[in-house]
């Protein structure tokens, strides 16, 4: 089994981006994702309503790193440290050798490829540092530009599952990509 530890927290580093812990200070801009129905639009989670609901919410992501449980970055530019984003691994099962990438980035940000360098530096360090053998990432059958990212980066598409969620009254259908960690073991 993986012996998962986060301390001292890793700040990731790309060409063009830091990626660093998230902090209280970020609760606007994690309210703006939360908040924004287009950007929720394929994550079958509440809206954020207030900014406490933002506050709750770095504060789960911060205690699931505290606990080796999970692990969240605030997505920012090398020049701003202003988040535009989040990234990380979820659920991640330790003796499965394997964890789920999810990631959400503020609109004006769209279409720069900043996700696809993210995914790939975190990707990086699931199998590098972690030491998984997959990484899953579960999306939306009809979240298109997810599925190109996850194309873009080596991500398969392992299965389409028919309404296996059930959300707000309906059941929704996921689909999961995945890739494989070829030189670990």
């Given at each position: 089994m993986l012996e998962i530890n986060f301390k001292p927290f890793p700040n990731l580093e790309t060409k063009r981006l830091l990626l660093r812990r998230l902090e209280n200070e970020d609760v606007s801009e994690i309210f703006a994702l939360r908040s924004d129905q287009e950007v929720m639009k394929y994550v079958p989670r509440p809206l954020a309503k207030t900014p406490q609901d933002a506050l709750n919410h770095i504060a789960i992501i911060n205690e699931k790193i505290d606990s080796n449980e999970g692990i969240n970055w605030a997505?920012?530019?090398?020049?701003?440290?202003?988040?535009?984003?989040?990234?990380?691994?979820?659920?991640?099962?330790?003796?499965?050798?394997?964890?789920?990438?999810?990631?959400?980035?503020?609109?004006?940000?769209h279409g720069k490829g900043i996700i696809s360098e993210?995914?790939?530096?975190?990707?990086?360090?699931?199998?590098?540092?972690?030491?998984?053998?997959?990484?899953e990432a579960i999306i939306d059958p009809d979240n298109i530009a997810s599925e190109r990212v996850l194309q873009k980066n080596g991500f398969v598409k392992e299965a389409h599952l028919k309404e296996n969620e059930y959300y707000e009254g309906h059941f929704l259908d996921t689909v999961i990509y995945s890739i494989l960690n070829k030189k670990q073991f």
């Open positions: 997505i920012t530019l090398k020049d701003n440290p202003k988040l535009i984003g989040i990234i990380g691994h979820y659920r991640i099962k330790p003796e499965h050798f394997r964890a789920e990438i999810g990631y959400m980035l503020l609109p004006e940000y993210a995914i790939n530096e975190v990707v990086k360090y699931g199998f590098q540092v972690m030491k998984l053998h997959s990484i």
